[in-house]
Structure formats: C-alpha cells, structure tokens
C-alpha cells in the first residue's frame, strides 16, 4: 500500500480533508495530514486566501518541510486547492516520489492565467494515470497508487520516456 502526505485546501484541515484521509486509510494505506494553518479555519475562500498571504511563502514552505522531516522518500504527493500546488512541486522536486494527485487545483487549465494543467503533473504510471486522473473517490485514488513498486521512479514508464 501506499504512504500518502495529503495537503489541505484554502479552508485548512478541515472535516472533510480528515474524512478523505480516514478513507484512504481504511484501503490500508498511511496517511499523514500535516496542518499548513496551524488550526487556523478560515470561514471562507476569499479568508483562507487572506491567510494564505499573511502567512506567507516562506513560512508555509517551512511549515511543509516541518512536515516532511522524518518521513521517508517514496511517498505519494496529494492536494487540494494550495495544497495540489506543494503537492506537484514537492512530486518534482523530492528524490523517490512515487507520484502526485492534484485535487481542485487552482492553477487548472480553466484558470486563464496558468498554463499548467492537470495533465503535466506525473502520476505513478501510464495505466494508473486516468484512473488517479479523475478518481470518484479515495478507493480509485488508493488502488491508482498501489500499482508502482516503490524501487520504480516516475518517469520510467514509456508514456513519460
């Protein structure tokens, strides 16, 4: 099974991203929940993006590598609104990913000033790709990510060559 470092969206870590996790957890897998907000909730989007900026680049990004210390390399990267995006750079960016889910991201294809899209995010190979695509619930996003070994990096598959 997979161990899963799930990102909250721009309400923090709220209910439902705990409902989600409890999900993936009850597939087996390892799910870590850190809190980007430090118990903040903001009330809504427009309060969460406020928080998102007062907060700020820098300490969100110790915040996550807080989180990330101690736990091991080859883990999936998932995310909702924000939290797709440190999901898709951490994806990239950290040696053993195993792949990335971007959940709502903001910076979709329907969003007219990114050009990034869900489609450049590596998922963890060509036959789990559209079924972590889209997944209907945390089962197809559990069973998507139990396909790879661990010893096989991204990107080693054909359709990424």
């Known amino acids: 099974m997979a161990e899963v470092v799930l990102f909250h969206h721009v309400l923090g870590h709220t209910g439902g991203m705990r409902a989600f996790a409890d999900e993936l957890r009850s597939g087996g897998h390892t799910v870590h929940t850190p ?3 430090d118990g903040e909730r903001p009330a809504s989007i427009d309060e969460g993006m ?3 900026r007062a907060i700020g680049d820098e300490l969100l990004s110790e915040r996550v590598d807080l989180a990330m ?3 091991p390399e080859t883990v999936v990267y998932a995310g909702s609104s ?3 995006g440190v999901a898709q750079r951490l994806a990239q960016t950290r040696s ?3 792949g990335a889910l971007p ?3 903001s910076r979709s294809s329907a969003n007219p000033n990114c050009a990034a ?3 450049d995010i590596p998922t963890p190979s060509a036959q789990a790709a559209s079924a972590a695509a889209r997944p209907t619930s945390a089962r197809a996003f559990a069973s998507a990510f139990s396909m790879r070994p661990a010893s096989e990096p991204i990107g ?3 359709a990424f060559r």
């Open 35 to 37: 809190d980007l907000f």
């Open 50 to 52: 406020v928080l998102v």
């Open 96 to 98: 053993g990913a195993r």
């Open 82 to 84: 924000p939290g797709a």
């Open 117 to 119: 899209s869900s489609s």
């Open 69 to 71: 210390a101690g736990l």
């Open 103 to 105: 959940l709502e991201d």
């Open 156 to 158: 080693s598959e054909p």
